[in-house]
Each structure stands twice: as C-alpha cells, then as structure tokens.
C-alpha cells in the first residue's frame, strides 16, 4: 500500500474482506509492544493448536524473526527474517506453530499484534533468542531482554516437547 506523507498520513491497517482473500482468521485480540535500541522480544509462540498473528511496526522498525516449530512441516526448525517499518507498513502474518521474536532497531520500536484467540499461558513456549542450534543472527548487540526470555529452553527441549 502506498502511503502519501506530504501532509502526515492514513493507512488502512486491517481490512476483513482482505484478510478472507487470503485464508485470515477472525481476531480477537489486539496487543502492543514497546521496545528501547537492541531489545530482543522472543522467540515465543504457543503449542497445541497455537495462535495466528497478524504483526506490524507501527513506529520506527524492528528486524523480526519467524522459526518454524510445526513438527510435520518441510521447513521445520529453520528461520527466516524479515524487516518491518512504520515506511512500508507491511505486514506479516504469522501461522499458528510458528515463534517469532524481533529486536528493536531504532529508539523506541512499537509493534502491535493482532491475534486470533485468547492467549492460554499454559500453552507457551520459547527459545531462548541465541540458541546456537536455530543460528539466529541479530542486527545489533542485543541491548536489553526480559528475565523470561534470557531464561527460555534450548530448541532441543522444545523439540522433544513438541514432538512428544
């Protein structure tokens, strides 16, 4: 979507009838995150039937990354990366079995999710950001992280959990 910033700006950011087209849940619950220069978030996510997001940057931008922890998928345990901006706008829709986390890289970086169902605790998983079994590379020295997150499992627990 092209953006025109000559006198501020306005961007649709959610359309249902466009989310349908491409096979999007219904939502149910939005949440915002605000993160300082080089905070990691993650990698978090949910077992069991897990949860979709729909995740944007809605100020500055983040290096945010998506690991695959669906056991029977052909790209299971690999990652990818993407950047997302409050230029662009994109958005990136995240399947329910996946984790994703971000680092912050600018001061600050909001990023706002839009989830499908009611989040269930006793559901989480995470990965602690720099298990060197998931190579992860992040942009910048990290900064800061959450107690919970500097004590998350290897991906090998997860593993084993997952997969039962």
Known sequence: ?????????????????????????????????????????????????????????????????????????PTFGSHQAFRLDDVTFDHLYVPAGLLHGFQALTEPSDVCYRIDRPHDPTEDLAVRFDDPALGVDWPLPVAAISSRDSSAGSWRDQVTRLRG
């Not at 950011?13 to 080089?38: C, K, M, N, P, Y």
Request: hydrophobic share 30%; with cysteine.
């Open 1 to 73: 979507m092209q953006v025109e910033r000559t006198f501020g700006f306005f961007t649709r950011t959610f359309d249902v009838e466009v989310a349908r087209r491409h096979g999007i849940v219904e939502f149910l619950q939005d949440s915002q995150s605000r993160s300082r220069l080089g905070t990691v978030r993650g990698l978090h996510g949910c077992g069991s039937s897990g949860e979709c997001k729909l995740v944007r940057c809605t100020h500055r931008d983040v290096h945010h990354v998506l690991v695959d922890a669906r056991p029977g998928s």
